[in-house]
Each structure stands twice: as C-alpha cells, then as structure tokens.
C-alpha cells in the first residue's frame, strides 16, 4: 500500500481528530456538542482522549501535556494516534485537524504515526478490506512538510512489506530485485553482486551460510551520495539479510520457532529502507547500505558444527552451531565496509534471542565503540522517534569467551552473555567506529503495540532517518 495524505489549510465541518493545546469549545464542530455531555467535558480538562461520534464523522479529542518531557510527550502523541475507533461508515478514514499552537514537529509526529497506524499487509488475501491511504490532514503545513511525512511512512511500508513476504516470494535473489527497484523512485545508485562475484571476494562467512540452500546468495550495495553531501566520509549501514533461517544442521529445537523466520532478514530491509527515505527526502548526507543475503538450510553441503570457515578478512573461525549463522554473513559485510574509509557503521540484524528475552519487544538492544558525541546523537534520535535502545556493556573481557584451541574464533561464546558476545564477534571484523543494534524482538510481533503492526514493524527505519538527517 501507499501513503498520500492531502492537506487542507483552512479547515471546515468534515474533519474527525482534533489535536488541541488547550481546552476551547469554540474549535469543535457544532455538530458534536449534541455529543458533548458534562462528563465527556470533564475527561478533556483532565487531559483525558474523548471521542464522539456524529454520523460519518468521529471526533477525537486529545490535548497533550506539553509540561512532559519532550521524549514522553512525542510518543504519547504518536500512541494517541493507535487508540482512534475505526469508523465503519467512514471506511477508516483518518483526517486530522491541527488548530491550536502547538510544536509542528508534534503534528508531524502526530501524522506519521496516523500513517503508521494506517497500515496492512494483506498481499496474499483474496479478498481485500477497503482502506482509506489518503488521509486528509487539517493542518498549517507546506507541501514540503507533508511530503517529508508522506516520505517517511512509506519508506517503513516498504521495509515492513519485505520483512512480511514469506520466503517462497522473497528469497536472496527476489529481495536484490526488489532493492533494486529503489533506484526507480529514489535516486539511489544499486549494485547487486552475484555468487560468482561473492566467490571472487572470498566472502567465506556468507558463501558458508549458503551452502544448504538451492538458491544462491547476493550481496546488495545500495549508494546515496548527494552533489551538497556534508560528510567527506559516507555513513555506512549494515544490515543482515536472512530471508529464512531454520538453524541449519543446528535445526531450531523449540516447537513453532520457525514460525516468523521469514522475518530474520529484517535488519537488511531496515538499512535499505532507511536509504530509500534519506534519499526521497534528499537529506545532503552520503550514506552507503550493504546487505549480505542467503536463508539458512540443512540440505545439501550445509554447513556443520566443527567446520572451520575462513572469513573475507583471511581470519578462520570455528563454527559450533549453525543457528548463529548472521554474525557470519555480517562479518564478511563489516569488512568490506572498511573499503569506504567510513564515518561511523551502524549494523542492524535480527541477531540473538537473549536481546529479545533480554527487553522485549519494548526497544532494541544496542553497543558498540563510537565516540561520546557520536553515542549522544545515537540515543538523541532513539528518544525522539521513540525506537528506544537498552545499552549493553561492550567489555572486551567478553572476547575470552570467543577464544577457540583450532582457529582464530569460535562463532558462538556459550550459555552467557549471548547478544554481548554476538556483538564482540562482529567487531572482530571492524577498524572504525562501529555500533551494533539487535533487532530480534521488535522487528517482528506477534499482537498489535500501540502504533505498531502485528507482523513487520519496521522498526529502526525513522530512527536511522532521524540520526543521518541530524549527524
């Protein structure tokens, strides 16, 4: 689906949310204050979301307590958006009427999540729901602004529909095509490299992954580099691209883990949205995104707990489970990284299941070895967008755990600390500063979260916006 909202300035009679700085009668329409009862009147002074139907029409009423902190305060207003009734009668129409002084920037926030709230994945139904994609938003803002919205949104549409495509539609070959495809409405540059140009660099780390699988591999360099680009150095994302994982030899023990395996390439559809979006909204940032891809299967020559694999930087590691193939195939990815003299990586994968026991679906877990100032731009973007990060510590005593008696690592580092030494394995493989986030829980839910989708969240896509837009 796709988002594009229109904008009315100057608003009328037919509009259904109302975000209000302040309690005002006289910004209601006439025709809900037949609705408005004393104890309806009451919940808005105490800063309380009311909504009214009349007709078509659904009021919602929302005013904000601008003393919170600002953090707090953006992702109410984004929550706000989740709790609106579907309006049967409208077909889930959503307008917003923007006519008190608050921030723009929480109206746009307010919008994007509307749009994120708006969202479906139903590709495969064969009979479709009516939608409505184009709402209409009441609002003093420039078609610029509105486009930045609508840019924004439909870039996490786009990473969403990619992490919801089962693996018979979205195999490695079938998610390069489909990056591809960027570069025909954003002005991205996509190279897609093929097995044989895989083998020639030597990408031992992927090609390992690959080896029970019938499909080929690729790997996906996509490139936005901006004329008025800011940075001398580009920023490069990382991302991991499993289209399905099964454990390989070392098959997923728990009954239904394979269910939402589709899913494991969602940190490779976070990076590569992320650079649709910068690029749609023309951000002066140079910005590179590497995508290494294959699914991870027990046939053939699969790959076995004991071989030892010689990764792209000639270093040999020791594999002991083939369920922590990822970190393989990302390993290959943040070495050829070092080929751009990069600014900073930042490495997004759906990596380990202690990340998500460890927080949930309520943020993504995240460490690394950047600077002071580049970590503070890190959490500042986190906090604004809402796509939260719980720190873990990044010790290199971790590394002991990694050690192997017959090669240079082992790919696994035992029953503790798992997303930590998942992390420490991959920076092995880094010479710049480099922050890894795991993604393993909020990429994918299994129920509806406020704004967020059962399935594909896209979760990470408007936070690296926020970071490459303000780095």
Known sequence: ??????????????????????????LIPDVFHLFLDDDAVNKIKSHKEVFVTAGKQTLGIFIPDLKQEKKLLLENIRRYSAKFPKNEKN??????????????????????????????????????????????????????????ISDIVNSVYLCRDWVNHPANHLNAPKLAKEFQKIAKIAPVKVTVLKKKEIEKLKMGGLLAVNQGSVDEPRFSILEYKPKNAKNKKPIVLVGKGLVYDTGGLSLKPTPGSMDSMKCDMAGGAVVAAAVCAVARLRLPKHVIALVPSTDNRPGFNAFAPGDIIRMMDGSTVEMLNSDAEGRMILADALHFAKKYSPEIVLEFSTLTGAAANAI?????????????????????????????????????????????????????????????????????????????????????IQNKFHYLPKGGTGFGVRFLVDFIENY
């Open 360 to 444: 949930g679906i309520y943020g993504m877990v995240g460490m690394g070895d950047v600077s002071d100032k580049q970590k503070k731009k890190i959490f500042e973007s986190a906090d604004k967008t809402g796509e939260r990060i719980a720190e873990f510590p990044f010790w290199s005593d971790y590394d002991e755990l990694l050690k192997s008696d017959i090669a240079d690592c082992k790919n696994i580092g035992g029953p503790v600390a798992g997303a930590i030494t998942a992390g420490r394995f991959l920076k092995k493989f880094t010479d710049y500063p480099f922050y890894h986030f795991d993604i393993a829980a909020p990429a994918f």
């Open 1 to 26: 689906m796709i988002f594009k909202p229109s904008v009315v300035v100057q608003p009328k009679s037919d509009y259904f949310i109302a975000l209000l700085g302040k309690w005002d009668i006289r």
């Open 91 to 148: 077909n889930g129409t959503y307008s917003v009427i923007y006519n008190a002084p608050i921030n723009e920037s929480h109206l746009e926030e307010l919008c994007i999540a509307l749009g994120l709230n708006l969202y479906s994945y139903d590709y495969f139904l064969t009979k479709k729901e009516k939608s409505n994609e184009n709402p209409i938003v009441y609002a003093p803002l420039s078609p610029d602004r509105l486009k930045r």
